[in-house]
């Protein structure tokens, strides 16, 4: 669990919130012209990132309104919080050294260095 | 060719025991990656071995390696709450679950290696008219596809299992529940290990503690894998990495409907016998058995949020241990010792894909979900026919990536027993 700063209502737990998942994923803008892998990707494939995944979450037993998350899903830290309709932030820092984060023996998670805002 | 395992035995454990136990072969080899192989499984758990398996067993593919990135036993296999069933609604799930179960009922003979595979039962309670419509429905479908399952009233769970709480006044009180007595659990890294074993006799290559890093795509036919111990070259690749299928998946641009959440479970101290079958309740969020060490295991829901952390939030250990506290009184006052999460990868129709892609050569086992344990066998069966053959077993047939497509989707979100 971690605590979310909600934009509107202030530093809040996790579990008062619901994850939108995905962000910044655009609905087609010719749907009839669609075909069937095309409506597939827009509405089940995700990127699903380990590593900074930007996301939308609403404070949903809280004022219930609705913004954007930066947030290394390796480590779940929160990297910045960012309005509905922005632009994805570009975050600063160091990536996972390996595609799941390994340490060179053994299993379990390394730490990124991120910057925070 | 290396030499063939000994058989264990009740022979060879008195053998040993003379010798202080310090004369053990080791289960498993643990060789350095070939420059070639037939086939190439990403992947160490349970799923992943019992694919190399059944790829030598059953088609006689033994140049094969399994590379898995931390040690064997090690990711979910060993963090599940090791519960085994069938008794699905849809009969597509129900086909391939059965068959799984079939294969651990023979499954310590087949590998000489004791899994501890118990038989005591799964029961699906019910709290509420909804419930008992939507279980006894369940339990119709079962019957159709000729899967063992009964309907139980308030009394007879009782009586089945006596230290839960049926009084009428209790706020989710107990109108009934189904029951699968050929369900059960089993030892879950001693499956890893026992698969393991018997992959490794037959030449498979088991490599520990090697990430892969990188897939190489020629011309649209997979040529080999990049990893932290070098390149290694393979004309054919399974993925059966669980929650970091999508980390695979983005290596070559295949796009999955997956989502990997924490899933989290938890341990108690050890008592005395008191729970001699697995309770699963939807309505209430929880799951309950109790290990043969004497620890109940409690399985929990997932966290609603993308995380490969492997820990979850306090606030769902607290819900599922509400749920548990108020079905079974008598484990108010208990200590939980150990409590731990696993990355599971969840499809929006809660059903597994076990497919090939657009890549020849790559196939992917993923999107168990929640539930991937109890499949380990059919699953590894399933998956070893469609890397050999380069077509889907009839049993996995449905379960394709073009489904989302086609819009054939296998909709089992009240399998799990658990709500997701």
């Given at each position: 669990m971690f605590l979310i700063k909600c934009p509107y209502c202030g530093e809040r737990e996790q579990s008062e919130f619901s994850c939108g998942g995905e962000a910044h994923i655009v609905r087609p803008k010719n749907p009839p012209d669609l075909t069937d892998d095309e409506w597939a990707d827009y509405l089940f494939m995700r990127k699903n990132i380990k590593g900074v995944q930007f996301e939308r979450w609403n404070h949903s037993n809280g004022c219930r309104r609705w913004f954007n998350i930066a947030r290394n899903t390796a480590t779940d830290e929160i990297l910045k919080i960012y309005n509905m309709g922005e632009r994805p932030p570009k975050i600063e820092g160091n990536d996972l050294k390996t595609p799941s984060g390994e340490p060179e023996i053994g299993s379990g998670n390394i730490s990124t260095s991120f910057k925070k805002e | 060719m290396h030499k063939k395992p000994k058989k264990y035995s009740v022979f060879s454990l008195i053998r040993n025991a003379v010798s202080y136990h310090e004369n053990w072969q080791p289960v498993w080899r643990s060789p350095e990656p070939k420059k070639e192989y037939d086939a190439i499984i990403i992947g160490g758990g349970g799923?992943?071995?019992?694919?190399?398996?059944?790829?030598?067993?059953?088609?006689?593919?033994?140049?094969?390696?399994?590379?898995?990135?931390?040690?064997?036993?090690?990711?979910?296999?060993?963090?599940?709450?090791?519960?085994?069933?069938?008794n699905y609604l849809w009969d597509q799930s129900a086909a391939l679950y059965e068959h799984a179960l079939k294969l651990w009922e023979g499954m310590s003979q087949e590998l000489n290696y004791n899994v501890m595979f118990s038989q005591r039962g799964v029961m699906n309670v019910a709290h509420n008219?909804?419930?008992?419509?939507?279980?006894?429905?369940?339990?119709?479908?079962?019957?159709?596809?000729?899967?063992?399952?009964?309907?139980?009233?308030?009394?007879?769970?009782?009586?089945?299992?006596?230290?839960?709480?049926?009084?009428?006044?209790?706020?989710?009180?107990v109108m009934g529940a189904t029951l699968q007595r050929r369900a059960g659990t089993a030892r879950h890294d001693a499956v890893a290990w026992g698969y393991a074993r018997g992959a490794d006799a037959m030449g498979v290559d088991i490599i520990q503690n090697c990430e892969v890093t990188n897939i190489n795509v020629k011309n649209g036919q997979v040529t080999g894998i990049e990893s932290t111990k070098g390149s290694i070259n393979s004309k054919r690749v399974g993925v059966v990495t669980a929650g970091h299928t999508s980390v695979i998946a983005n290596m070559v641009g295949i796009r999955l409907p997956l989502e990997s959440?924490?899933?989290?479970?938890?341990?108690?101290?050890?008592?005395?016998?008191?729970?001699?079958?697995?309770?699963?309740?939807?309505?209430?969020?929880?799951?309950?058995?109790?290990?043969?060490?004497?620890?109940?295991v409690i399985g929990a829901g997932t966290d609603g949020y993308t995380s490969y952390s492997q820990r979850g939030?306090?606030?769902?250990?607290?819900?599922t241990i509400n749920a548990v506290v108020e079905l079974f009184p008598l484990f108010s006052r208990m200590k939980m010792l150990r409590h731990w999460g696993g990355i599971v990868d969840i499809c929006?129709?809660?059903?597994?894909?076990?497919?090939?892609t657009h890549i020849k050569g790559l196939y992917f086992n993923c999107g168990w979900g929640t539930g991937g344990f109890?499949?380990?066998?059919?699953?590894?069966?399933?998956?070893?026919?469609?890397?050999?053959?380069?077509?889907?077993?009839?049993?996995?047939?449905?379960?394709?990536?073009?489904?989302?497509?086609?819009?054939?989707?296998?909709?089992?979100?009240?399998?799990?027993?658990?709500?997701?």
């Open positions: - | 799923h992943g071995l019992t694919t190399a398996y059944y790829l030598a067993k059953n088609h006689g593919l033994t140049n094969i390696a399994v590379i898995e990135k931390g040690w064997i036993g090690g990711g979910n296999t060993g963090r599940n709450t090791t519960i085994i069933r069938s008219l909804h419930d008992v419509r939507e279980l006894k429905r369940r339990w119709h479908a079962n019957r159709l596809n000729d899967i063992d399952c009964e309907w139980l009233n308030r009394e007879q769970v009782k009586e089945f299992c006596p230290i839960i709480n049926t009084s009428p006044n209790i706020r989710y009180p959440r924490p899933l989290q479970a938890l341990v108690s101290e050890p008592v005395k016998p008191v729970i001699d079958t697995v309770v699963m309740s939807n309505t209430i969020h929880a799951y309950v058995s109790q290990s043969d060490k004497g620890e109940l939030g306090f606030n769902i250990v607290e819900d929006p129709d809660a059903s597994p894909i076990v497919s090939k109890k499949a380990t066998p059919g699953s590894g069966w399933v998956f070893a026919h469609t890397i050999a053959n380069d077509e889907p077993h009839k049993l996995n047939a449905p379960f394709t990536i073009n489904r989302f497509s086609s819009g054939e989707l296998v909709d089992e979100h009240g399998a799990a027993a658990v709500a997701h």
